[in-house]
């Protein structure tokens, strides 16, 4: 995508990548950003308290959300790896196209959209639905 402003001021200008305009404001952006307009504010009127407080809250919630962000990809992980190892186990698991319980050797595991699906030589199972695993 070409900048409109670049290409009025020059006929030579290059294209910027998508991924320049398309990056997402991190924690560390946000803080630079504040440390510069703190740097920069004029003497004679600077910014209010409750400007203040509301960025420092503003950051603080973006904190937050990246430590749940990265909490979830950590638990999403550590589900995967867990499935992985059913791999030549017994599952018992609920199945609801036949709407009883099942037991059966899991083959392979897969993932898909963010579900964890088991294949068993009766068919497949969700991780969601196992009752228990054994040896």
Do not use: C, R, W
Request: hydrophobic share 40%.
């Amino acid at each position: 995508m070409i900048n409109s402003i670049s290409a009025a001021a020059s006929t030579s200008t290059s294209t910027s990548t998508t991924s320049e305009a398309t990056k997402e404001l991190g924690k560390d952006d946000f803080l630079q950003l504040l440390i510069t307009q703190l740097t920069h504010q004029d003497p004679t009127d600077p910014v209010s308290n409750e400007d203040f407080i509301a960025q420092m809250a503003q950051f603080s919630s973006l904190e937050q959300l990246t430590n749940i962000s990265s909490g979830i990809e950590n638990l999403t992980q550590m589900q995967m790896t867990g499935a992985v190892s059913f791999i030549g186990k017994t599952v018992t698991a609920y199945d609801s196209t036949s709407a009883t319980n099942v037991s059966a050797v899991v083959n392979a595991v897969y993932f898909n959209d963010g579900e964890i699906i088991l294949e068993t030589d009766s068919g497949y199972l969700y991780m969601e639905d196992v009752l228990s695993v054994s040896a």
